[in-house]
């Protein structure tokens, strides 16, 4: 099964911004969805931003705006630009996708992702 790493998480004081990459070990070209989630300390993962493989992107309402994610299949790699943090976003960031007859993939360690006031 294909293995997916997430990286470029930190410190950032509010207002700051990060780019998250998700690495993957094979092609995403066949992934119908690609989403960055996240989980915060004694709450429920919940889905961020997804972008599908015709392009659509969606995103909750708490990060329109701020977060953008994007694509690079000739990479295997997901983006997820995050400009205007704010302490809330504060979370372990994960990515993971979805594919028709398969579903999500596996779980990873994610990207700490803490922001200060």
């Known amino acids: 099964q294909v293995q997916l790493v997430e990286s470029g998480g930190g410190l950032v004081q509010a207002g700051g911004s990060l780019r998250l990459s998700c690495s993957a070990s094979?092609?995403?070209?066949?992934?119908?969805?690609m989403g960055w989630y996240r989980q915060a300390p004694g709450k429920q993962r919940e889905l961020v931003a997804s972008i599908t493989d015709s392009g659509s992107t969606n995103y909750i309402d708490s990060v329109k705006g701020r977060f953008t994610i994007s694509r690079d299949n000739a990479k295997n790699t997901v983006y997820l630009q995050m400009n205007m943090l704010k302490p809330e976003d504060t979370a372990v960031y994960y990515c993971?996708?979805?594919?028709?007859?398969?579903?999500?993939?596996?779980w990873g360690q994610g990207t700490q992702v803490t922001v200060s006031s």
């Open positions: 993971n996708f979805w594919k028709i007859g398969i579903g999500f993939g596996s």
């Open positions: 094979g092609s995403i070209f066949g992934f119908n969805v």
